[in-house]
């Protein structure tokens, strides 16, 4: 059961990530009216705790409106005209710049992922420091010291990795960087490593050490070590496979290590527990209401066996309309049509989107699987990584370290646990061409991912070559960040084809 000291963790974090993004990056010296609160929570090993415990919270918004939305919408996952969140700015075609000023009504899309991030590293970096203080040494029962230690480790991999699959460069934060020298963006894939390492760190301390996580530290889940062990092991098969930002740099990906990793992740689905506040969850909650978004036909439109949605990608964006689904997925219809209700979306009529803002944004279809989390006010489990993502990650693995032999037949075995079982479909077979056995792996990921990690169809997708023309490929650097850094504030996206940094940025307001 969620705790209420958990709420008030967010004022504390905020004064260690206030002193580090802002006081880091422009005057060391200056003062912090906070200071005496800070100093306090280090000094007693409650504090030190209760920092750890609140860090995953923060991770967690970035499931909330802000990035989440945005990047379901110009990842071809949920489509929406609504300007909120930045939905429509990002989804329109055209592809524009994205709008990286400080003053830009909806910049929460790359700022709350920077600042919430940089909050659980700011944290964990305190914590660490105090444990190597020996502010919660007590020799009668270390496990809280191994149990805090390890955890730091999980959660500093986990939010360098979001940086690295969000943002073109990043800072690497932990408690062995010198903010008197100062900090230095690194590249993604830097990024990237440092939350492989740090995560792999954390496995090693897992075999190490038993203990249990409680269940106010990542809501409703009581973890043990090797709960925690199997949860670092998915996050790296995740990292290592969706920080790529071409098809080119998705077949770089060291697949060995993708299919290791996926091999000893999860075996049940990871989903902390929603309770109404603050462990909001929006793809739960706003992406299956369908007078706020649909599903976008760019991820269920290819389930279609009639010709329609054939004929949808090759109309021009303008004229495009919105189709019935002909499949006999039982996932997206039932056995009654393209208007009857699938285990997992649902018909639900004409779009109440203008049409004057395009009616490529409309679809006819919406996401119903979790439903229950409307039903119930926002209550039950939030599915973040399910092991349908591990298995799709093990047979792309397969299919690109070798998609013939035992590896074909364990690809198409992996596929048709989801493509059999959930979507009785027919089984796909070793006789299927490598085309038809990839394009099976990318539908089952994005069917059975649906709305459940931020980001994850459109990091998927520009890997994969899927995005539309002109999307950016990842975020700049927050427009208020480089403001407080003096240095020029830049974007990507928009040009056909140009995904390099633009040193300007476009505000229509």
């Known amino acids: 059961m969620f705790t209420n000291k958990n709420i008030f963790i967010r004022p504390i974090v905020y004064i260690l990530a206030i002193g580090f993004v802002f006081s880091a990056c422009v005057d060391l010296a200056v003062e912090n009216p906070n200071e005496p609160d800070s100093d306090r929570a280090l000094a007693e090993a409650e504090g030190v705790e209760a920092m750890f415990a609140g860090s995953f919270i923060e991770y967690w918004w970035t499931q909330k409106n802000y990035p989440f939305m945005a990047l379901s919408v110009v990842g071809g996952e949920l489509t929406s005209t609504f300007a909120d969140f930045g939905m429509y700015d990002l989804g329109r075609i055209p592809r524009e710049p994205y709008i990286n000023s400080p003053t830009y009504e909806f910049r929460g899309v790359n700022w709350w992922p920077w600042s919430d991030n940089y909050t659980v590293l700011s944290l964990i970096r305190d914590g660490m420091e105090a444990i190597e203080l020996g502010v919660m040494d007590d020799p009668d029962d270390m496990t809280p010291v191994h149990r805090a230690r390890t955890y730091g480790r999980f959660m500093q991999g986990v939010s360098h990795g979001y940086l690295g699959l969000f943002f073109d460069k990043a800072y690497v934060l932990d408690e062995y960087t010198d903010l008197e020298v100062g900090l230095e963006f690194k590249p993604y894939n830097e990024l990237r490593d440092v939350a492989v390492e740090k995560l792999e760190e954390a496995i090693e301390l897992c075999e190490q050490h038993d203990f249990v996580i409680p269940d106010d530290w990542i809501n409703g889940l009581e973890l043990t070590n090797n709960d925690l062990k199997q949860l670092a092991h998915s996050f790296i098969a995740r990292y290592l496979a969706s920080t790529a930002r071409t098809p080119e740099e998705r077949e770089e990906v060291r697949w060995d290590e993708v299919l290791y990793h996926a091999e000893r992740g999860i075996q049940e689905v990871f989903a902390p527990e929603g309770n109404d506040q603050p462990w909001w969850w929006t793809g739960g909650w706003r992406g299956q209401r369908p007078s706020f978004a649909r599903a976008s036909y760019f991820s269920i439109g290819r389930a279609d066996t009639s010709g329609n949605f054939e004929q949808w990608e090759n109309t021009p964006y303008e004229d495009r309309e919105p189709f019935l689904i002909h499949t006999a997925d039982r996932r997206i219809t039932g056995e009654d049509g393209p208007e009857s209700e699938g285990t997992d979306f649902a018909y639900s009529g004409p779009a109440p989107f203008p049409p004057e803002r395009g009616t ?28 349908a993502e591990l298995d799709m990650l093990k047979a792309e693995a397969l299919f690109n370290l070798n998609p013939s032999g035992d590896n074909r037949e364990r690809i198409v075995n992996l596929i048709n646990k989801t493509r059999v079982h959930r979507g009785q479909l027919p089984p796909a077979t070793v006789n299927h061409n490598d085309e038809e056995l990839f394009e099976m792996i990318k539908y089952e990921k ?3 991912t649906f709305n459940t990690f931020s980001g994850l169809h459109y990091f998927d997708k520009r890997g994969w070559g899927e995005l539309v023309p002109g999307t950016l490929l990842h975020f700049p650097v927050p427009g208020e960040e480089l403001e407080m850094l003096l240095e020029p504030i830049y974007t990507h996206g928009g040009d056909e084809g140009d995904t390099s940094e633009k040193r300007f940025f476009r505000n229509r307001r």
């Open 360 to 387: 490529y944004f409309f679809s006819h279809y919406g996401h119903t699987r979790y439903r229950y989390h409307i039903d119930s006010g926002a209550y039950g489990p939030m599915p973040h990584i399910t092991v």
């Open 446 to 448: 994005l069917i059975e």
